[in-house]
């Protein structure tokens, strides 16, 4: 059986390699890892060309086919044979006189830039910062550039609460345990707390309703846990009940006492973040984010925060400066807005925190590292859902790796970049997510047939390197000498073909 050459584009992997994008003698540089000017491409082993003389290309050394774009027949595509750098073909075509300008024919992952239709969007400043209410612009979490890639659909974040309303029409919510009540209504009674957390973190966005959740997609799961005595052992079962619920992140706006008291690192609390860690998400880990606390004080006594599992936030305003009311200290991990924000509320007008323009089921004035913590909550929720193969700890490192760092002169920042006011700095929804989006495989290399192949069998062998270690399926094309095509799919990168 004779057959051509496998038909897989070529991917030229190794050093970082040049090119002109235009007309200009400014070049551009792929990197090693893949990436341009930090966004990912991929190679395709083709140039795009535009001529004065079409014909001219046509017999171009290593091309092995040429096809005109759309439009008037000058801008071509000239596609090469396997083992050409099309890079430096297209460097040597910029220089001919009959050729206005010569690039690869990258391939890009194009997004949508998503901005939800609900109506109250345009007052919550901590996803879209305009400048507006006397804020200063861009102080956000980049939320819009996060939604291009994912919005947190299949994902869960626990809310451990005062109760999440679950008759409000802006929350997906699932019911938990009340620890209070003793029951499996998690609903709150006199106090929006949760309902105001839930919003934050999760919710429904681009749904015509309401406000807009940092992770808009996800479910919350909602455990009625604070609002009166609390025992250590419904602290443990809470952790571990929403981590055994399936939740992503458990968001956690509660603290012992308003100042920094001295908090043991109490066991049976260490024991359901560490449950959180290793059997959360199937083993992959559920994250743990906790509110700094509002004492305006060092709380780097408190056990609970200190443990290495807990993402404690710190709550800035709308200048990226510290809240005033804001704790600090060796603990703090991310800084998240704050100071009155938009969120959901009880529903009713008897109930809650207020109203936000006449509507009584949302309130803009949730304030506290209460409404910062939900904030990563979702942030983190987020990059879960951009990469479900994330460990816990690895979208901590990521969190933290691309926060924004605000308050240069006064945060205090030490060599590594951490502020004992900021931790890391602000956290950047859309550096976080787009750090670790779920990354397409890179084209496959054909690795063979080569030029001494035997007459009666071929040896097809191709390689590619995914950057996440997800599973590839190849699906294999060849073409007979009568113009037949056959299709088989493997799981393993090599194809042993036989036949007379």
Known sequence: MNLLPLLLPVAVAGAPATFYPNAG?????????????????WRTGAVLV???????????PGVVKVSALRGDGRTLRLVTESGVDELALSRRLHGRADVQWAHPDLVYRLVPMVTPNDPYFDGQWH???SGSGGGSPNVDINALPAWSVTTGEGAMVAVLDSGVDLTHPDLLVMSGWDYLDEDDDASPTDNGHGTSAAGLAAAVGDNGVGVTGVA???EVYAIRLIGGDTSLSDVHDAIVEASEAGAWVINNSWGYGTDCPEIPAYGSTDRALDAAEEEGRGGLGAVVVFSAGNGGCDASNNGLLMHPVVVAVAASNRRDRLESYSSFGEMVDITAPSGGVLTTDMVGAELGYGSWEGDPDYTGSFSGTSASAPIVSG????ML???????????REALCATAARIDVEGGGYDAE?????????????????NAVANGLPALSTVLAPGSSAPVDRVVLRWETIDPDD???EWEVSWRLKDGEYQLVRVDEPWLDLTGD
């Open 417 to 433: 970049g951490w502020s004992p006011k900021y931790g890391c700095g602000r956290a950047d929804a859309g550096a976080a997510v």
């Open 216 to 218: 808009w997609g996800a």
């Open 379 to 382: 942030v983190l929720t987020l």
């Open 50 to 60: 535009r001529t004065s003389d079409p014909d001219a290309l046509g017999a171009l």
């Open 127 to 129: 996803l879209y910062n």
């Open 470 to 472: 997800d599973p590839v």
């Open 385 to 395: 859902a951009a990469n479900p193969h994330l460990l816990a700890s690895e979208a």
């Open 25 to 41: 003698p400014e070049q551009v540089t792929i990197e090693a890892d893949g990436t341009l000017g930090g966004v990912q491409v």
